[in-house]
């Protein structure tokens, strides 16, 4: 069974950082290309960025371009989404998902389950 | 970039009754549009992929269709489970858009 667990969200102040990690179990990490989607509470899916499986390729949405940097440790099973200079509208739970890019293989659709980060002073 | 656009933003129905639900994109997208069924508290769920393909495990009740800008999503008979929120999203081109969602709920 496909498993991924995200973690480290949390609450941050404005302009502070987070890193977000993906951890995955039950597939071969290293052929899926791999995607961070957000949803702010009580909104839609917001495609954040994705990275292919070699971790070479990377694509991030505009409105976290220069802010977002994503990285996967295929050794390690994980993804990673460092998260700088934080805003008030970056507040959302954030999910890993395999499946969401132009990338994907037909029928892969694994998503996490969440986590959530909280922009607040 | 494409915008999904998806109608009607909320759906009533009964238990038994046919569900169709629309999305439709900017510019094609090919087949290259999947639907996902989300509850509260818990991630996106993929139900069909490429426009009508269902994905692993998931009941007959649910049937895609539609190729280049219009995409059908439809539940022939709905179960109590399936009241939820229903999105569309491509993976055409970049960026991989979602659809505002359609909120299915009991009537």
């Known amino acids: 069974e496909v498993q991924l667990l995200e973690s480290g969200g949390g609450l941050v102040q404005p302009g502070g950082s987070l890193r977000l990690s993906c951890g995955a179990s039950g597939l071969t990490f290293s052929r899926y290309a791999m995607s961070w989607v957000r949803q702010a509470p009580g909104k839609g899916l917001e495609w954040v960025s994705s990275i292919g499986g070699n971790g070479v390729s990377t694509y991030y949405a505009d409105s976290v371009k220069g802010r977002f940097t994503i990285s996967r440790d295929n050794s390690k099973n994980t993804l990673y989404m460092q998260i700088n200079s934080l805003r008030a509208e970056d507040t959302a739970v954030y999910y890993c998902a395999a499946g969401v890019s132009p990338w994907a293989v037909p029928g892969v659709g694994y998503w996490g389950q969440g986590t959530l980060v909280t922009v607040s002073s | 970039e494409i915008v999904l656009t998806q109608s009607p933003a909320t759906l009533s129905l009964s238990p038994g009754d046919r569900a169709t639900l629309s999305c439709r994109a900017s510019?094609?997208?090919?087949?290259?549009l999947a639907w996902y069924q989300q509850k509260p508290g818990q991630g996106p769920r993929l139900l069909i992929h490429d426009a009508s393909n269902r994905a692993t495990g998931i009941p007959a009740r649910f049937s895609g269709s539609g190729f280049g800008t219009d995409f059908t999503l439809t539940i022939s008979s709905l179960e109590p489970e399936d009241f939820a929120v229903y999105y569309c999203?491509?993976?055409?081109?970049?960026?991989?858009?979602f659809g505002q969602g359609t909120r299915l709920e009991i009537k």
């Open positions: 510019q094609s997208v090919r087949n290259y």
């Open positions: 999203q491509q993976r055409n081109d970049w960026p991989p858009v």
